[in-house]
C-alpha cells in the first residue's frame, strides 16, 4: 500500500525513540519509588506487579438483578524488571482484567497482555525497548508492533476483545481467559499501523478509528463495519500533528482536538521531545467530514492540551462537543507519582467544557461544565447523538492528593451535577454509563467502574443507579487483593 509506506517513511515513528548510546532507564528511579512507598499508601496504584489474578469478590449491598455482563478493563502492569523502574505511568506493559458479573456475583480474572516485548523482556530480564517515557535502547526496533505495549483500552468487538494501545496494532484476546491470541491485522496493507485505542461505535455496529505517528503530520482514518471489515480509510495531512490520542464523533464529523505541541530531535524519549507551545501556537479542533473523509475545516481555541473527549453530535450548521481541556503540558504529571512523588491534582488546572464549532463563522466558543475532572463518558446509545448527560471524575474540595476520587454525572443544560465523593484513602479510576435493557434515557440504567481503597491494598467494582448517583453505590464487590489501575475498558451486556 503506497500510503502505508507513506505513512510510516514521514513519520520519525516510535521505532526511532531509543536511539542514544545510553540506557536511561535506572535504578536510581525504583529506589526513590520504593522509598516513598514505604510511607505513603496513596503510591500503592503506582506499585509494580508480578503473575496473574483470578477470584471471586465479596458483594457488599446489592448488585441489580438486571445488571449482568463483563466489564473489560485494561492499563499498565509491569512498571519494574531487573532492579530497574521506568519513568512514566503510560510505559507499563498492559495487564488486562475482566469482571464477570451475574446472578448477583462478581468474578474478577486478570493477566498481562503476551505481547513480543513483554515475552522478550520476561526471557531476558530486563527492559530491551524504549517506552513512551524511558529510552532504552538494548535491542532493535524492527516496526511499531515490537514495542507495542497494548495497555489502553480493552475493546469487546464481533465476537472478540482487542488490547489497544494508540502507536501499533491491536492485539487479540480470547474474552473469557484473556489469553493473548496475537496481533490483529485489519486487511493486509494496513499490517504494523497504529489503531488508536479510542474507536468510536457507529449505530450500526461499525467502528470508526484513527492512527497517528509522532512526526508525521498524517491521521489515517478508519472505518470497519460489524464484522470487523475494513470498508474505508484515508490519509489526511494535519501540519504540526504530534500528540492526539482521542476523537468524537457525530452523524457527519471526525473531530480531532490537537494541542500545541513541537518534536524536538530523536536522542530522548517520546514524552521528553514533546515540547509545548502554548505560548506560541493555539489548540485546533481539526474537523473530517464523514461522508468525503476529508478535512472540512480546522478552528483555533486557546491553547490547552487534552488527552479526553466526551462527545459530538451536529446542531444545524454547528458542532458541539466535549472535552476535559488541561491548561499548560500535561505531559509530566503521570511521570510524578512513578518517582514517588504525589502533588495535588489540581496541579494540572482542568475542566471539562462542551465547545461549540460553527462553521459559517468559523468560530469556536466554549462553556464550562465541570472543574477538574477526567475521563469523560457519555452513554453507549447516545454516541455520536445529541446527549444531555456526561459522565467524568473529579477531585473533591479540599483534597491534597494526585487522585481522582468523585464520580459526577452532569446536565450538560443545566449544569447541575449528580455526584458521590469516595474521599481520603480512595482513587477511583474510569466509569461507565450501562444501560437497561430497551432504555429511554439516559440514566436509565447503571453507572459502573473501579476504585482503588489504597488503605486496605484492595481493588473494588462499584455500582451505583445512574438516575441518583449522589446517594452512593448501590453495591460494592471487593476484592481480597490488588489489581493493576487501569485507563480504560467497556461494558459487554450479557
Known amino acids: 500500500m503506497p500510503a502505508r509506506r507513506q505513512f510510516l517513511s514521514r513519520c520519525a515513528g516510535l521505532a526511532a525513540l531509543g536511539v542514544s548510546a545510553t540506557t536511561l532507564a535506572d535504578t536510581a528511579t525504583y529506589r526513590s ?34 445488571l449482568a455482563g463483563v466489564f473489560y478493563r485494561n492499563g499498565p502492569g509491569r512498571f519494574e524488571l531487573g532492579g530497574e523502574r521506568y519513568h512514566h505511568w503510560f510505559d507499563g506493559d498492559g495487564f488486562a482484567q475482566r469482571w464477570a458479573i451475574a446472578d448477583g456475583k462478581v468474578h474478577h480474572r486478570g493477566r498481562f497482555v503476551a505481547t513480543q516485548k513483554f515475552e522478550q523482556e520476561t526471557r531476558a530480564g530486563r527492559f530491551l525497548y524504549s517506552a513512551f517515557g524511558t529510552q532504552i535502547d538494548r535491542a532493535p526496533v524492527r516496526s511499531n508492533d515490537t514495542i507495542n505495549v497494548a495497555n489502553t483500552n480493552l475493546l469487546p468487538f464481533n465476537g472478540g476483545v482487542y488490547a489497544l494501545w494508540e502507536g501499533g496494532s491491536a492485539t487479540e484476546l480470547d474474552p ?131 488527552f479526553h473527549l466526551g462527545n459530538a453530535w451536529d446542531d444545524g450548521d454547528c458542532i458541539r462537543l466535549d472535552a476535559v481541556l488541561h491548561a499548560g503540558d500535561i505531559v509530566p504529571e503521570p511521570a510524578l507519582p512513578m518517582r514517588g512523588d504525589m502533588r495535588p491534582y ?36 447516545v454516541v455520536s447523538r445529541r446527549h444531555r448527560k456526561l459522565l467524568v471524575l473529579g477531585v473533591g474540595a479540599g483534597s491534597t492528593a494526585q487522585v481522582l476520587d468523585s464520580v459526577n454525572l452532569v446536565d450538560t443544560d443545566s449544569g447541575k451535577v449528580d455526584g458521590y465523593r469516595f474521599g481520603p484513602g480512595w482513587q477511583v479510576e474510569e466509569h461507565v454509563l450501562v444501560p437497561r435493557s430497551g432504555a429511554r434515557t439516559e440514566t436509565d440504567g447503571y453507572v459502573v467502574g473501579v476504585a482503588q481503597d489504597t488503605r486496605r491494598g484492595q481493588t473494588v467494582l462499584t455500582v451505583f443507579d445512574a438516575r441518583n448517583v449522589q446517594d452512593g453505590p448501590v453495591a460494592l464487590a471487593r476484592l481480597g487483593y490488588r489489581a493493576p489501575v487501569c485507563f480504560h475498558g467497556n461494558f459487554l451486556a450479557a
Do not use: C
Not at 503530520?217 to 464484522?227: E, H, Q, S
Not at 482542568?350 to 463518558?377: H, K, T, Y
Open 33 to 66: 519509588f520504593h522509598a516513598a512507598l514505604d510511607g505513603d499508601a496513596r503510591l500503592l496504584p503506582y506499585a509494580d506487579f508480578a503473575g496473574e489474578l483470578a477470584g471471586d469478590a465479596t458483594v457488599l449491598g446489592r448488585l441489580p438483578t438486571d
Open 176 to 306: 473469557d481467559t484473556l489469553d493473548t491470541r496475537g496481533i490483529k491485522t485489519w486487511r493486509p496493507d494496513l499490517k504494523a499501523m497504529p489503531f488508536s485505542a479510542h474507536p468510536k461505535q457507529d449505530p450500526d455496529g461499525g467502528l470508526w478509528n484513527f492512527g497517528n505517528l509522532p512526526g508525521a503530520d498524517r491521521l489515517i482514518i478508519y472505518r470497519l463495519d460489524a464484522r470487523g471489515a475494513v470498508t474505508r480509510t484515508a490519509m489526511l495531512p494535519v501540519p504540526q500533528l504530534n500528540m492526539v490520542h482521542d476523537f468524537v464523533v457525530s452523524a457527519r464529523h471526525l473531530v480531532f482536538l490537537v494541542p500545541p505541541y513541537a518534536l524536538d530531535a530523536p536522542g530522548r524519549s517520546l514524552a521528553e521531545r514533546l515540547r509545548w507551545q502554548g505560548g506560541e501556537r493555539p489548540l485546533r479542533a481539526v474537523v473530517v467530514d464523514k461522508a468525503t473523509l476529508t478535512v472540512r475545516q480546522v478552528f483555533e481555541l486557546r491553547a490547552r492540551s487534552v
Open 346 to 381: 489540581e496541579a494540572q488546572r482542568s475542566s471539562a467544557v462542551q465547545i461549540m464549532l460553527d462553521f459559517a463563522s468559523g468560530q469556536a466558543r466554549e462553556a464550562r461544565l465541570f472543574g477538574v475532572s477526567e475521563f469523560p463518558r457519555v452513554a453507549p446509545q
